[in-house]
């Protein structure tokens, strides 16, 4: 009987054998950069691979265009889900063409080619295992619609990595609010008959007022960031129409919430002063914070270090970005992941000069290993109820607090 560990071991040489097929995914995408809901060609590509592997495919999953979800089953077990990313991120270059400078062609190699490996393992896994294709991560967040949807009720755990700076496993995100606000006021000519208007510069004025007031007695960990999108035409007539657009974050979604209402309590009080009328809607989706498990922490961890990372940034790093995982894993258990390249020019996920790394032979060093520790993973919670159990189990009691 084989054990776990020999299973893996098999696993390991399965990856090793489909090598160049999975730097063919990342290599692709790379070269073929999508803005959010355009990633026609990256679909098609990553729906035919996994297809040609066996896997069943849905597309337009969830009513989006460039959302997929690919199956393939292994009888009874846990269903276990890759999430794949594969939109690029506008404006690089002297003709700001998009481009993957978050590495989102990593990730969808790496978690298709973590699905396609287990894949072969049929023999020995037991359960389901799916790659949920989520589009338009950078934009409005395309696995908030999925979750809308209950497309992730029937999934056991969720699996993904990313590349970032340090190896995290401890990831933190930030819930966030994205909000627009329309002030309509009364034109008047600013100089003979003032009087006669209804400034609506001066409500979303007033409106940045409060606010800055407000952030010296809000937490620590939250951000309030807007603009004004629309001020008036003309020095000499009173505006009677603006906007502002402000992203409002914190550390979990209970305290967003509240946030979020005494952002908008300031924008009725410009109201209350000005005498403007007041829409606001979001302009959008909602993101919440990442739900963190530490039975998936240690089990990942135990994965990373079987194929020779072993050195994590400790206790994480306080939260600053958002992303639309954090949704997902306030819904099912979720591991997300992040790696870090080893390269010697101080650059960031999104910087220009990234892009130069994604897609390099130590990306590819990365991604192997990205593979064969979520191929693990997705082992061990299917061949051994009671990590599955133990997972739910934190689960459900961080989802009651």
């Known amino acids: 009987m084989n054990t776990i560990e020999s299973i893996k071991k098999k696993g390991y040489e399965v990856e090793t054998q489909l090598k160049t097929e999975i730097e063919n995914i990342s290599d692709y995408i790379f070269k073929n950069p999508e803005l959010g809901f355009e990633e026609f060609k990256s679909v098609e590509f990553l729906t035919k691979t996994l297809k040609q592997h066996g896997f069943e495919i849905i597309e337009n ?30 404006g690089y270059g002297p003709d700001k063409v998009p481009g993957h400078a978050c590495g989102h062609n990593w990730i969808a190699a790496g978690t298709c080619g973590a699905a396609i490996v287990l894949s072969k393992l049929k023999e020995d896994f037991k359960g389901k295992i799916i790659v949920i294709g989520t589009p338009a991560e950078e934009t409005i967040g395309g696995k908030v619609n999925m979750v809308e949807a209950n497309a992730f009720d029937d999934i056991d755990i969720v699996l993904q990595m990313h590349l970032e700076s340090n190896n995290n496993l401890e990831c933190k995100t930030l819930a966030i609010d994205c909000i ?33 007031a407000l952030r010296q007695h809000i937490t620590s960990d939250a951000r309030i960031h807007g603009i004004i999108t629309y001020g008036g035409d003309a020095p000499n007539t009173v505006p009677d129409f603006t906007e502002a657009k402000f992203h409002i974050r ?7 919430n509240l946030l979020t209402e005494k952002v908008t309590n300031c924008a009725k009080g410009a109201v209350l002063m000005t005498g403007a009328d007041l829409h606001f809607e979001k302009f959008e989706n909602s993101f919440d914070n990442l739900l963190n498990l530490s039975s998936l922490q240690n089990l990942m961890r135990k994965n990373l270090e079987s194929v020779g990372v072993t050195k994590f940034l400790e206790g994480g790093k306080g939260a600053t970005g958002s992303s639309d995982i954090g949704n997902v894993s306030q819904v099912c258990p979720t591991m997300y ?51 599955l159990k133990s997972i739910k189990e934190e689960f459900d009691i961080l989802k009651r607090k």
């Open 337 to 387: 992941t992040e790696l870090a390249l080893n390269i010697d020019e101080m650059c960031f996920v999104h910087d220009e000069a990234y892009l130069k790394y994604v897609n390099s032979e130590e990306a590819y060093d990365k991604l192997h290993k990205s593979v064969k520790a979520m191929v693990g993973t997705a082992l061990d919670i299917s061949l051994d109820n009671m990590i």
């Open 250 to 256: 914190a550390a979990n979604r209970n305290y967003l």
């Open 61 to 90: 999953y969830c009513n989006l265009s460039t959302g997929f979800r690919a199956e393939f089953s292994c009888g009874e077990g846990p269903n276990i889900a890759f999430l794949a990313e594969y939109d690029a991120l506008p």
């Open 180 to 212: 627009k606000f329309q002030f309509t006021g009364k034109a008047a000519h600013a100089s003979s008959h003032p009087e006669e208007g209804i400034n609506a510069l001066d409500a979303v004025q007033l409106m940045f007022a409060g606010i800055n």
